[in-house]
């Protein structure tokens, strides 16, 4: 069998790595994988760091699409996309998640009939404002083989009609979707011995021992909006300030770009000051999970960070108006704050006064996600 696997965006990177690993481990001999990077990310630091450290192999090809508006960074990507795929000839199409890169494989793959695997499928913000809800909606329904991290991930498929009753053969007719755990609880299972022995991050920021609070902030209807992004880091700050704890900010690039323009002069120039807030480069997977491992509590608007706060059991403050991570706000480990100055504050004090009292149940799988849906792409053909 022969598979297409699209990455673009450092997430999807970091997660085609657990498919990859379980291919080379256990299906070598019956799936052949091509891997499309579309260059949607393409710094060192948002793209090449993950394939080398996380040992996926090198992409096959590079569509160095690059950074544009979402018409012209998605059309640019389905032509590319659809040129390779009617070369390839490839049994299923393989899309993570919810990014552009995601959407144009989408289209690219069912306009000219090659099925589509969706991983991470059925998740929902219920937000339409968000660029991820349309790709993601557009996905699924276009998807033959739809894997779900999560139950409320299955039961939202089944609320858009998709019959979980279905039987084999799957086509985008009549999809298959199957509820298998999350590929990103595979990996930080299986990188955090290796974080452990390789990653520096700790003494190189000079946060060992310490309690220590870690931060990313993304998203464009945070860095993009003036007063969102004032609240957001006007709360960092006071916390910063009135604890006297470290807060660890690894700054995508579109924050970093945009903080000094975003920000009041006088908050800027505080928070470019203090002596508690660490604004560094975006680090790699390896120490990231040094970083969410050893930290005391998460404050973030990304969604795969939400997750991985969970897999090591530390409590996350959520920089947005909702979550498709809903479990972890149900079982009293995230909290919704969007970007109210008052509520991250509140949010942060309440985990600190009530971090001992919370449980991490095992929602997200067996750390064999990957392994399932190998088996699921070759049980269908
Ligand atoms: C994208 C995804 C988002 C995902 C995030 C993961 C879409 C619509 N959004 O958002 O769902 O959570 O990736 O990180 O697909 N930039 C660089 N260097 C890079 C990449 C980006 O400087 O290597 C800067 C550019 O100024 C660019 C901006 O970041 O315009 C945004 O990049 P883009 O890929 O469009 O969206 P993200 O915010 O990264
Ligand atoms: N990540 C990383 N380095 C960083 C920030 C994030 O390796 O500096 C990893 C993080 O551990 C998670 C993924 O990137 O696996 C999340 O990506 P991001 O927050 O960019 O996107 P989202 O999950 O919100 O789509």
């Not at 099925?115 to 349309?134: D, Q």
């Not at 991050?201 to 609070?213: P, Q, S, W």
């Not at 969604?303 to 809903?326: M, N």
């Not at 985990?351 to 449980?359: D, M, R, V």
Request: hydrophobic share 40%; charged share 25%; proline share 5%.
């Amino acid at each position: 069998m022969k598979i297409v696997t699209i990455i673009g965006a450092r997430p999807q990177i970091i997660k085609a790595a657990a498919l990859s690993r379980a291919i080379k481990k256990n299906f070598k001999n019956y799936i052949k994988e091509v891997i499309v990077h579309t260059g949607q990310h393409y710094d060192t630091t948002m793209s090449q760091v993950f394939i080398d450290e996380l040992g996926i192999p090198e992409p096959d090809y590079n569509l160095n699409i690059g950074s544009a508006s979402h018409g012209v960074q998605t059309a640019g990507m389905i032509k590319g996309i659809e040129e390779i795929l009617l070369k390839e000839k490839p049994d299923y199409l393989v899309l993570y998640g919810d990014t552009n890169s995601t959407l144009a494989g989408a289209i690219a793959a069912s306009k000219i009939h090659v099925p589509i695997v969706h991983i991470e499928a059925g998740l929902r913000s219920f937000n339409k404002s968000m660029p991820e809800e349309i790709n993601r909606i557009m996905c699924d329904h276009a998807s033959t083989l739809l894997f779900s991290p999560t139950k409320t991930g299955f039961n939202n498929l089944v609320k858009e009609g998709f019959n979980p009753d279905n039987v084999k053969p799957f086509t985008a007719d009549n999809p298959g979707i199957f509820h298998c755990g999350d590929v990103m609880y595979d990996n930080s299972l299986y990188f955090k011995k290796i974080a452990e022995d390789k990653s520096p991050v700790l003494k190189d920021n000079n946060l060992e021992n310490k309690r220590f609070i870690l931060s990313t902030i993304h998203r464009d209807n945070n860095t993009d909006n003036p007063e969102r992004l004032e609240n957001i880091f006007s709360a960092l700050y006071e916390i910063a300030e009135e604890s006297g704890k470290d807060i660890v900010l690894p700054l995508h690039p579109r924050t970093s770009k945009i903080l000094d323009k975003n920000l009041s002069q006088d908050l800027y120039d505080k928070v470019i000051n203090s002596k508690f807030i660490k604004l560094i480069p975006p680090v790699s997977f390896l120490d990231m999970i040094m970083l969410e491992s050893n930290c005391e509590l998460v404050i973030t608007d990304s969604g795969g960070v939400q997750k991985e706060a969970f897999f090591f059991k530390k409590p996350v403050i959520i920089l947005r108006s909702e979550t498709e991570w809903i479990e972890i706000v149900d079982e009293g480990c995230g909290i919704i704050t969007d970007a109210d100055k008052n509520k991250i504050k509140e949010s942060y004090y309440h985990f600190i006064e009530n971090s001992g009292n919370l449980n991490f149940p095992g929602i997200f799988g067996d750390g064999k996600a990957a392994e399932f849906i190998c088996k699921t792409m070759l049980d269908n053909k």
